[in-house]
């Protein structure tokens, strides 16, 4: 089964170096393990467009969708067995990351 991991932030363009060093540790391990299928980072959610294609015409808005404390800065797609694979991996990446982690199971399509 697939998950996505959301990297949870507070502040933009937060990451330190050993962070980095950390998180790409982190990522070679999800390959070894067979776990990796694909990774980002996201840029600040100032920047982002909102699209609302369900009228007549679309409308653009600028910005997020929701204005939060906290936004997903980052995120992870990988392969487990199940849920409890994917939390105690996910350990290791909130540990590598420096930051709380959001995992949720993609529906299978």
Same mark, same amino acid.
């Given at each position: 089964?697939?998950?996505?991991?959301?990297?949870?932030?507070?502040?933009?363009?937060?990451?330190?170096?050993?962070?980095?060093?950390?998180?790409?540790? /982190?990522?070679?391990?999800?390959?070894?393990?067979?776990?990796?299928? /694909?990774?980002?980072?996201?840029?600040?959610?100032?920047?982002?467009?909102?699209?609302?294609?369900?009228?007549?015409?679309?409308? /653009?808005?600028?910005?997020?969708?929701?204005?939060?404390?906290?936004?997903?800065?980052?995120?992870?797609?990988?392969?487990?067995?199940?849920?409890?694979?994917?939390?105690?991996?996910?350990?290791?990446?909130?540990?590598?990351?420096?930051?709380?982690?959001?995992?949720?199971?993609?529906?299978?399509?």
């Amino acid at each position: 089964m697939q998950y996505l991991v959301n990297v949870i932030d507070s502040r933009s363009n937060s990451g330190t170096a050993e962070e980095g060093v950390a998180i790409d540790a /982190f990522n070679d391990r999800l390959r070894a393990g067979g776990h990796w299928v /694909f990774a980002a980072g996201l840029a600040d959610p100032t920047v982002s467009t909102v699209i609302d294609g369900r009228g007549d015409e679309p409308v /653009f808005t600028d910005g997020p969708f929701v204005e939060a404390k906290e936004w997903a800065a980052g995120f992870w797609i990988i392969e487990a067995a199940d849920l409890d694979v994917a939390l105690k991996l996910m350990v290791e990446g909130s540990t590598a990351c420096n930051r709380r982690l959001e995992v949720r199971p993609l529906l299978a399509g």
